[in-house]
Every structure is written in structure tokens, then in C-alpha cells.
């Protein structure tokens, strides 16, 4: 990618991730409960995404880096699913 | 200027494959770092599961005004280092240095309000062990959301800490004319450690700062 490419995409970049981080301080004031915390994480997971693709560059990357910085979210995916699915569906250990 | 002024190390056979290996190389850096956090995160998130109202109570302590205030200032220098990449690429060698410069400065603008938060922290009595001042109940839970706070935290900064001094190093590399338009990779590998400090602080923030509170 060209320079001045990369510098329009940074600034997109930017603007989206600072419209998204308004949206979720604004979605705290509300008492949504389950629903509240799941559209903040959802949030969290999305300016996550935009960081890994634009600003970290993966997107305009080959198929290499796809698979050397998919690797470490994957295990990390591993440990987190294996882990919390085996407390939230144990009832007896409280 | 020409492609001459690219260094190929003898082991690539080409320059795109040597600067492919760069890439791959931080990526399994931050592999590393992504399973560091990721159980810290868990942790975290296993004693929320558990503790649900010690931890709401903790995080309505926290200050949102000033997590949300450095989560803008990372974004921002997250956008200083894309451009610090770009600029470098074009050859506006001084620029690069400039916004490599702005991107540690902001650093360090979120270093120096995240040590005003832990001072706030601690004149609240919000430091774990002897200095712990809790009047509510759930205590003990209370003070284990503070310990899990004061630890992620604390890495992140530390990490931004190297960061910063990463950044230096590379500023004054552009400036000898070590790294420039052709010789880009230490830049671009170091940005990518820089985004992935980011990315850590959106979810300490998320996870700390708005579950469960109130503004």
C-alpha cells in the first residue's frame, strides 16, 4: 500500500474508533443489565477488529500474517471458551 | 530513490520475503503477548462471573472520565504511528520523526493520567493489602477486582512504557537515515507492537471501567 493510501486509511480508521468508544462510555449511563454488558464487549470486539486489520496492517497482508496473528487468537480463543464454559455450567462449585 | 538503498539480509531471497519475516517475526511476539494478557483477562473474568456485585462496586470507583480520556489519547496515538509509517514510506523524513514523537508524547500524556488515577486510587484506600480501606461489605471480593485492576493495568503501562522507548530508538534510526522509505520494516514492526498495546487497553478498559458501573 502507498503512503498516502495508508494515511487516508489511519484517519478513517481513527474517526471509527473514536465514534465507536463515544458510543459505549454513552451506553454505561443506561441499566441494560446482560444486554448492556453484551453490546459493550461487542463493542470492545469490533474497535479490536478494526485495530488488527487497518491499523496493524493484517488486512493488506498475505495469507502468512493472516495465519501468524490469527494463531495467538485462536489458542487464545481455546483457553478463554474451555475455561469460562466450564464455570458457567458448573453449578455446584458456588 | 532507489530500491538500492533497501538492505537485503543474505539468508532472504528477496526483499518482499525478508519483509514478510518481519512481519511474521512481531506477529508471534505479540502470539506471546496475546496469551500474557488473554490469562490475566480470564482471571478476570471468571472471578466477574463469580463475584458479580463486589466487582460492579469496584468498578463504580473507578474513574470513567479519565479511562475514557486515555482510551481517546491511545486511539490518537495509535493514529500518530499509522501516519509516522505512512509519512516514512513517502520520505518525509522529518515529519516521521515529528509524529513518532507526538506518538511517545501521547504515551507518555496516558502514563501520567493513569499515575493520577493511582493516586486517587490510593488516597481512596483502594490499594490491596494493609492499605485497603473498604466500610461496604464484600470486602475481600472488592479488594481482588482493585488487585487484578492495579496488576493489568500495570502491565499495560509498562508496556507502553517500552513502547515509548522502542519509539525513541526508531525516531533517531529515521533520523541517522537508517530507516527510511525503502528501509521500513523496524517502523512497521514496531507499530505493530504499539496497535497491539492499543488494543490490550480496549478491553482493560471495557472490562474495568464499564461493566457494571454508572457514570
Known sequence: ?94 | MSNNRAILYEHFSDIEQQRETSTAGIWVFVASEIMFFGALILAFSVYRFSYTQAFNEGAQELNVVLGALNTGILFTSGLTMSLAAATNKMGAKFLTILLLLATCALGAVFLVIKGIEYHEDWTKGLFPGEAFHWSGSNSPQVQLFFLLYFIMTGFHALHLLVGIGLILVIAWLVLRGWVHEEHFMPLEVIGIYWHFVDMVWIFLFTLLYLLGGKV
Request: charged content about 10%; proline content about 0%; overall charge positive.
Open chain 1, 1 to 94: 500500500m502507498t503512503g498516502k493510501k495508508e494515511a487516508v486509511q489511519a484517519l478513517w480508521t481513527y474517526v471509527v474508533l473514536l465514534v465507536l468508544l463515544l458510543i459505549a462510555v454513552g451506553l454505561r449511563m443506561f441499566y441494560l443489565g446482560l444486554i448492556e454488558s453484551l453490546l459493550l464487549l461487542l463493542i470492545a470486539a469490533i474497535e479490536a477488529v478494526i485495530v488488527l486489520l487497518f491499523f496493524m496492517q493484517v488486512r493488506a497482508s498475505g495469507r502468512l500474517i493472516w495465519l501468524f496473528a490469527g494463531g495467538g487468537f485462536l489458542w487464545l480463543s481455546i483457553l478463554l471458551v474451555f475455561v469460562i464454559s466450564d464455570y458457567i455450567s458448573r453449578s455446584w462449585w458456588r
